[in-house]
């Protein structure tokens, strides 16, 4: 069973790599031109804020014990796991932070830009870093 999981981890770990990258590149139009897009929707289908926040709470949170919970089956060092552990609570706080300021004012700030850039930037080296380990 370990050697499957380990093989699932590294391909989450790609994943979540690839996927930070891509928000890492993300120019700051872009990004604006998708919350334009994501406001339009929630206000087309009448979803509620408060909805809002707990659909990406849940479904970021989901996808983040399933990461820890495959680094954890992995046989990795503990404190590893605590490290992967606290960088992803902490990307669910600046999630919701970041979601909360566009549903407020409707846009993202630049400053909000550059956090959630520089959040993605260490994601992506998360990701890369423990899919090493695993490769060696």
């Known amino acids: 069973m370990?050697?499957?999981?380990?093989?699932?981890?590294?391909?989450?770990?790609?994943?979540?790599?690839?996927?930070?990258i891509s928000e890492f590149v993300a120019s700051f139009k872009t990004v604006n031109e998708k919350i334009e897009e994501f406001l339009g929707i929630a206000k087309?289908?009448?979803?509620?804020?408060?909805?809002?926040?707990?659909?990406?709470?849940?479904?970021?949170?989901?996808?983040?014990?399933?990461?820890?919970?495959?680094?954890?089956?992995?046989?990795?060092?503990?404190w590893l796991v605590a490290l992967i552990l606290v960088k992803l609570l902490l990307t669910l706080y600046?999630?919701?932070?970041?979601?909360?300021?566009?549903?407020?004012?409707g846009s993202l700030s630049q400053k909000s830009f550059m956090v959630s850039k520089y959040d993605a930037f260490f994601n992506a080296v998360m990701g890369f870093a423990f899919a090493l380990i695993l490769v060696f």
Do not use: P, T
């Open 2 to 20: 370990n050697d499957y999981v380990v093989k699932i981890s590294l391909v989450a770990s790609i994943i979540l790599m690839g996927y930070s």
């Open 44 to 78: 087309e289908n009448s979803v509620s804020n408060e909805l809002l926040r707990r659909s990406n709470f849940v479904q970021s949170g989901i996808l983040s014990i399933a990461y820890v919970l495959l680094v954890y089956f992995s046989d990795v060092v503990i």
């Open 94 to 105: 600046l999630s919701d932070k970041l979601l909360l300021q566009v549903l407020r004012d």
